[in-house]
């Protein structure tokens, strides 16, 4: 277990602003009530404004990128939220030594929104839970079991997004410490890395080693119209007859 400073939670999470556009964490109130909470997005109701909020973004992201298939759009748009949540609670967890309560309940977001993600806090305030919990658990469970059962989509295909996405928002918080000489938030950051990718959801999606991770399965962005490989897939080239990728 990671031994972290505790520093209180300040109300506008003022923290992650110099971590760049995929750490902030919106917490003003009023804007967001139009928008679907999560818990509503995963199914535990139905948003007033979209009424399917994940079915809108992923049909958002097809369009965006001229998806030739729903299953492409859908595991771009699971691994853009992924990304989202985890810069979020790993930047919490690493500069306040702390999560906010991010219960599914309180956070909204909206899916007619460019990248990144937009994610708004309603109330800032400590939690108990951990990473694990708070996100793999609490997030990343249901939004996979969504987008398995909606599109399609492979499940160890969408962990392995999860993994995906968690090694990249650990590197780029890890390089801002470590470019500012804060070299004890870039050990946290390896440190909770590492303690996640042990997590048994997360064990089998790849290789975690310093900050490089290889995958085991394809996000399949390479059959997007001018798409490629990304940097830890499990391809080194994309496929040319293959109908399916790997999923894990």
């Not at 509503?40 to 990128?65: C, H």
């Not at 990249?168 to 870039?186: C, P």
């Not at 997590?199 to 900050?211: D, N, V």
Request: proline letters at 7%.
């Amino acid at each position: 277990m990671v031994l972290l400073l505790l520093v209180d939670l300040d109300p506008d999470l003022t923290a992650l602003r110099p971590l760049g556009g995929f750490f902030v964490l919106r917490t003003s109130r009023a804007p967001a009530r139009s928008l679907p909470t999560l818990a509503e997005t995963y199914g535990r109701g139905t948003s007033d404004v979209y009424v399917d909020s994940m079915t809108f973004r992923v049909r958002k992201v097809g369009a965006s990128l001229g998806a030739p298939e729903v299953r492409i759009a859908a595991s771009v748009a699971q691994q853009g939220l992924a990304a989202r949540l985890w810069s979020v609670a790993l930047g919490c967890a690493v500069r306040y030594g702390v999560l906010p309560d991010l219960d599914p309940e309180r956070l909204r977001w909206d899916p007619d929104a460019g990248a990144p993600d937009d994610l708004w806090l309603t109330e800032v305030r400590p939690s108990g839970r951990d990473l694990a919990d708070a996100v793999l658990l609490g997030h990343l469970r249901p939004l996979t079991d969504l987008v398995h059962t909606r599109f399609r989509v492979a499940e160890g295909l969408l962990w392995g997004n999860a993994a995906s996405a968690l090694a990249g928002s650990a590197r780029l918080l890890e390089q801002w410490a470590r470019a500012r000489g804060r070299t004890e938030e870039a050990g946290r950051t390896r440190a909770l890395t590492a303690e996640l990718f042990a997590h048994p959801l997360l064990a089998g999606t790849g290789t975690w080693t310093g900050t490089a991770f290889r995958r085991r399965s394809c996000c399949l962005y390479y059959r997007v119209p001018g798409g490629g490989v990304c940097g830890d897939c499990c391809f080194e080239r994309p496929p040319r007859s293959s109908p399916r990728a790997p999923s894990g």
